[in-house]
């Protein structure tokens, strides 16, 4: 179940770079919190009513759905169309010699993300996983939330900062401690 959820989370992940790409990285972020959210509280609900693992992993995978589905519909609102163009030939081998790449350090950082999740199964047992899912998933909501006000300043520090615009700059960096680090 979780590999199949690896997948839907990907084309979530896709569509949200969309977003990203198209300067909507607040529809990206809300899209992106509104299945973190969904995923949680599916999990949490089918946990707490006694559910096993095979059926949280089957509600996340529910939740992870329907919020790729949100995420379409939201990328297909914002570009009124499905498709725009069609991508050069060169532009796609760049793409694949790049997703070669993916392809290989991606299941390292997948193993490395469930080593909590197969310590915990192998000392606590199943039931313990779905407690770690939880807080997982909870935890990653609050980071997308956090780092959302960062998504929205550093675009229009880079656009104040093009115009040179320095005081507009430096009322910026007084007002958001996030942009400190550029």
Same mark, same amino acid.
């Given at each position: 179940?979780?590999?199949? $959820?690896?997948?839907?989370? $990907?084309?979530?992940?896709?569509? $949200?770079?969309?977003?990203?790409?198209?300067?909507?990285?607040?529809?990206?972020?809300?899209?992106?919190?509104?299945?973190?959210?969904?995923?949680?509280?599916?999990?949490?609900?089918?946990?707490?009513?006694?559910?096993?693992?095979? $059926?949280?992993?089957?509600?996340?995978?529910?939740?992870?759905?329907?919020?790729?589905?949100?995420?379409?519909?939201?990328?297909?609102?914002?570009?009124?169309?499905?498709?725009?163009?069609?991508?050069?030939?060169?532009?796609?081998?760049?793409?694949?010699?790049?997703?070669?790449?993916?392809?290989?350090?991606?299941?390292?950082?997948?193993?490395?993300?469930?080593?909590?999740?197969?310590?915990?199964?192998?000392?606590?047992?199943?039931?313990?996983?779905?407690?770690?899912?939880?807080?997982?998933?909870?935890?990653?909501?609050?980071?997308?939330?956090?780092?959302?006000?960062?998504?929205?300043?550093?675009?229009?520090?880079?656009?104040?900062?093009?115009?040179?615009?320095?005081?507009?700059?430096?009322?910026?960096?007084?007002?958001?401690?996030?942009?400190?680090?550029?």
């Amino acid at each position: 179940m979780y590999a199949v $959820q690896v997948v839907v989370d $990907q084309a979530s992940n896709g569509c $949200q770079a969309s977003l990203d790409g198209l300067q909507r990285a607040d529809l990206s972020r809300l899209s992106d919190g509104l299945r973190r959210t969904l995923v949680a509280v599916a999990v949490a609900v089918v946990a707490a009513s006694g559910g096993g693992l095979l $059926q949280v992993a089957v509600a996340s995978l529910a939740a992870s759905s329907g919020g790729l589905v949100v995420v379409a519909v939201v990328l297909h609102r914002v570009r009124g169309t499905w498709w725009r163009h069609r991508p050069g030939v060169e532009h796609m081998r760049e793409l694949l010699a790049y997703g070669k790449t993916a392809a290989v350090i991606r299941p390292i950082g997948v193993i490395h993300r469930q080593m909590d999740r197969l310590i915990v199964g192998a000392i606590l047992g199943p039931s313990a996983v779905s407690l770690v899912e939880i807080a997982t998933q909870i935890q990653n909501g609050a980071e997308a939330v956090l780092s959302s006000s960062s998504y929205a300043v550093l675009p229009a520090a880079s656009w104040v900062r093009a115009r040179e615009d320095h005081s507009s700059l430096t009322e910026l960096l007084i007002r958001e401690p996030s942009t400190r680090a550029w």
